[in-house]
């Protein structure tokens, strides 16, 4: 007989959770308010390449969808908007809407480079999205997003040692659908439209498209133009084509996405000397303000991406058969102006602050294939042995172009630099799990891993003076290739104490391949790194109490990284290198839910996370010896301006984050009246494998607000996003001035929804 602790019993832990004592909770899951009747409602996961509950799966998982996919996703963002709404993840970027590196427990990535390897996977539909321009694919007509938490290398395969991020998209079925616009600040528009068709044979389609605007807000004073950056415009399209027919389900889907807009904005000296307070264009003592720059140079993005997959699905009873065929194809252009100002100090024109030398850089991917193919078998038995075996192929063909431009708005290069990298990979894999009839659940699996990976790049025009680079002359071809394999595995146990309490702890092995790392255009060598592994293990509690109303999950978690890929960026040479360093972590995660009456729910979470280099050998350059800022770390003796990083927190790792929902709606005529509002913190992170005083942010603060009225069909509703209008800088350039980028501004405005 189950049973269901006591109101005495959970109580004293809603309320250290209420006084905020757990590191920073981050709630994750939506909770719609139409459901607070009836409690929290199930919640149906794919953690695990099979549909199960939340609360079953022995994995850290959380979900976003509903009302709080519908609130943050209001203002025409992009998936940065993700960032923190569940624990442990962060996401940035230093190319804007395009390129977004993501970050679970602290292990990322802040690579620059166009063929970045990360420790944290991309999944649309069951197909990994290697590389970062595929990776900022836009949020619409979703069923969900999931957050998986630690290594996930068993089922999923391909670089996932960190985690998932994996996105389940609405698929065809059924007929009806809905279309969402809004406008706002800025000329903020967005039109979000879904129709599909069914019919009595079994065939069934669903297209579904999204149009993203902003127009130009940022003014460069520089210019007579009054607005000349910040707009964008972004375009994308989903259409599914489905037949079942018995056991038999095939699918045909086609993507795609064509963005035009600015590149992400540099910012000059936003910081003075020893601090990291944003200040404006006039230096210390001036108000920073978030739409004026001052430049020279050009800024354009350009992406375009093409996507056509084949999913089939054979259900022979004990058994249901999967094949995945997925192809992506994309090109990619950007220009920025790196140094972030205008002039320089050997001009008669330079500022704000210090420009030591002018930097205009262009970054373009003039063909990008992605292949991948993957065959599973999945028993389809609820309870008792399960099991899943498949066979996983990865092709990627990527070529890379890099620019510098000796004068700020030049049409032709001083210098170019190519790449070229064709990646191969395959894996096998197998999972087995048993189920007891006294609660107890046992897991395991294991996948192997093979991947190899070629690599060349030259430097074939150098047209720069010495002063620039030196020697000033073109660089050869140097190629290198790295391979690795490894055998990952997980294995997990459950015990379902009640229906209400259940036990769960895990231990995996994760792996990311080797990497190559080229950047040409100042350096004249390659840089490799070595396999990437880790050893993760966690445990924790689910919850649910009063008739499903409150849900409270809790893991711990400690992982140890072997040869943690990292990348040196910027510095006193202006260089981008791959090292392998050791690195140790721990912390807590924490999320709870609540539908305590009708109408009302609400939602916090969030994690605590240590994620440092342990790595007595572990050393790097610090800023540019142009840049004025203070580097908190001891020097190598003997080696002025290198710098010890043994000890630090990963770069854009926060140790404390904390997010929270709330959502109240009251019936009204045929509807209701609704509000809901979402809000994010972080604490400090630095942007570097250094530590700095100017490099570094000491919070985030960011909410939002939604309130409207819907019916059964429609829905009209104002929001706001960055309600506080929290200005703070989110990454930053190292090797000329003190330059840094920020995060996105209040949007507010207005919203219309009706399904059809």
């Known amino acids: 007989m189950r049973y269901f602790p006591s109101a005495t019993a959970i109580a004293p832990v809603l309320a250290i959770l209420a006084a905020g004592s757990w590191a920073a909770p981050a709630a994750a899951q939506d909770t719609p308010a139409a459901e607070s009747d009836s409690g929290l409602g199930d919640i149906i996961v794919t953690a695990q390449r099979r549909e199960e509950s939340l609360q079953d799966v022995p994995v850290a998982v959380s979900v976003l969808s509903g009302n709080t996919l519908d609130a943050i996703t209001s203002s025409g963002s992009d998936v940065r908007v993700l960032a923190g709404r569940v624990p442990s993840l962060n996401i940035e970027s230093s190319f804007g809407r395009t390129f977004p590196r993501f970050y679970i427990r602290g292990l990322g990535n802040t690579d620059f480079d166009l063929n970045a390897s990360q420790p944290v996977s991309l999944v649309y539909d069951d197909v990994v999205l290697e590389n970062p321009i595929l990776k900022g694919f836009p949020i619409f007509d979703l069923d969900r997003v999931e957050v998986l938490r630690g290594p996930q290398g068993t089922l999923f395969g391909r670089n996932t040692p960190a985690g998932i991020v994996k996105f389940d998209t609405v698929k065809p079925g059924k007929t009806g659908g809905y279309a969402r ?12 439209v879904a129709a599909g068709a069914a019919d009595d044979n079994g065939f069934s389609v669903r297209l579904s498209t999204l149009f993203q605007h902003r127009d130009n807000w940022v003014d460069n004073i520089a210019t007579t133009k009054a607005k000349d950056l910040g707009g964008y415009d972004d375009i994308a399209a989903r259409l599914q084509l489905q037949y079942e027919n018995g056991p038999f389900t095939g699918r045909v889907t086609g993507q795609v996405r064509i963005y035009d807009g600015s590149a992400i904005i540099f ?34 993005q350009k992406l375009n991406t093409y996507n056509a997959g084949l999913n089939l699905e054979y259900d022979f009873g004990p058994v249901t058969a999967y094949s995945i065929t997925s192809y992506w194809n994309g090109n990619f252009r ?58 996983f192929y990865f092709d990627e063909k990527l070529d890379i172009s890099s620019f510098e431009f000796g ?27 048993y189920a007891f009839d006294n609660g107890f659940k046992l897991q395991a699996g294991a996948r192997y891993n093979h991947d190899t990976r070629a690599f060349v790049a030259s430097r074939p025009v150098e047209t720069r003076p010495p002063f620039v680079v030196s020697p000033n002359t073109p660089v ?35 792996y990311r391949a080797p990497s190559v790392q080229g950047r040409l255009t100042f350096s004249r060598t ?22 499903d109303r409150v849900r409270f999950n809790l893991t711990g978690y400690y992982f140890d990284t072997k040869d943690l890929q990292l990348t040196a960026v910027g510095g006193t040479s202006n260089v981008a290198s791959l090292l392998n360093v050791d690195a140790k972590g721990h912390g807590i ?32 350059a610090g800023c540019g010896s142009a840049t004025p800022c203070t580097v908190l770390d001891p020097a190598r003796p003997g080696s002025p301006g290198i710098f010890s990083i043994d000890g630090n927190q990963l770069p854009q790792s926060p140790k404390w984050t904390l997010n929270g929902t709330a959502g109240y709606e009251f019936p009204v005529g045929n509807g209701a009246i609704y509000a809901f509002t979402d809000w994010y913190y972080r604490s400090k992170i630095q942007f570097f494998l250094y530590q700095s005083v100017e490099f570094s942010d000491d919070k985030m603060i960011e909410g939002g607000l939604r309130v409207g009225y819907r019916t059964d069909r429609f829905d009209v509703a104002g929001f706001v996003r960055n309600i506080t209008n929290d200005e703070s800088p989110t990454g930053g350039i190292d090797f000329n001035n003190i330059t840094s980028y920020v995060n996105e501004p209040r949007i507010y405005g207005v919203e219309a929804s009706v399904k059809f």
């Open 526 to 547: 390659i840089s490799t790194a070595d396999q990437e592994e880790t050893m993760s293990y966690e445990a924790g509690i689910k919850t649910a109490f009063f008739d």
């Open 589 to 620: 995660e924490a999320e709870l839910q609540a539908a305590p009456a009708k109408g009302l729910t609400f939602s916090i979470g969030g994690a605590w996370n240590v994620a440092e280099i342990d790595d007595a050998n572990a050393f790097v």
């Open 407 to 433: 004068g700020p708005t030049d049409a032709t290069p001083s210098a170019i630099a190519v790449q070229r990298q064709d990646s191969e990979a395959y894996g096998i894999f197998g999972s087995v799990n």
């Open 476 to 510: 050869p071809p140097q190629a290198a290739t790295v391979k690795g394999k490894l055998l990952t595995w997980d294995a997990s146990a459950t015990y379902e104490a009640s229906d209400a309490l259940t036990f769960y702890a895990r231990v995996a092995r994760g």
């Open 334 to 391: 950007s220009r920025g102006d790196i140094d972030g100002g205008f002039g320089a100090v050997f001009l008669p024109v330079s500022g704000p602050g210090l420009i030591p030398f002018q930097a205009q850089s262009q970054d373009n991917v003039p063909s990008l294939d992605q292949f991948t193919q993957e065959i599973r078998i999945a028993s389809n038995n609820s309870g008792g042995l399960g099991y899943q075996v498949g066979a």
């Open 181 to 192: 616009a809004s406008y706002g600040r800025y000329g903020t528009t967005q039109v979000e």
């Open 267 to 300: 910012r000059a000296n936003t910081q003075v000397p020893g601090s990291n307070k944003l200040v404006g264009l006039g230096g210390a003592g001036t108000e920073f303000e978030r739409d004026k720059v001052y430049q020279d140079g050009l800024n354009f």
